[in-house]
């Protein structure tokens, strides 16, 4: 089964950005053929999708984003990234990544993204 690390969260303000990247231990031909995605959980509330983008890099944004965010994928270091401006309180959150293929759906530890006013 395949490994997904998250890092790059942290503490920043409101206005800030910050960059996440889950980094995969599939081969890169695995890595090709998965759909990925970045989700997110606040403390007494259920996870919800962040972003998406699939095999052929199409892309998928939930409407909180608001233009604020970016997915994208890297297939030759097996990363996927996650760049998030104009960061608001409200995004607080630990920040999952996602990775679905044929065979089934897997997720990382996740990072904490922490947003002050």
């Known amino acids: 089964q395949v490994q997904l690390v998250e890092s790059g969260g942290g503490l920043v303000q409101a206005g800030g950005s910050l960059r996440l990247s889950c980094a995969t231990s599939w081969s890169r031909f695995m890595f090709a053929i998965a759909d990925m995605g970045w989700y997110r959980q606040a403390p007494g509330k259920q996870r919800e999708l962040v972003a998406s983008?699939?095999?052929?890099?199409?892309?998928f944004y939930a409407e909180f984003v608001e233009g604020r965010f970016s997915i994208s994928r890297d297939n030759e270091k097996k990363t996927v990234y996650l760049h998030m401006n104009s960061l608001k309180p409200e995004d607080t959150a630990v920040y999952y990544c996602?990775?679905?293929?044929?065979?089934?759906?897997?997720w990382g530890q996740g990072t904490q993204v922490t947003v002050s006013s």
């Open positions: 996602n990775a679905r293929n044929n065979v089934g759906s897997y």
């Open positions: 983008i699939t095999t052929g890099s199409s892309t």
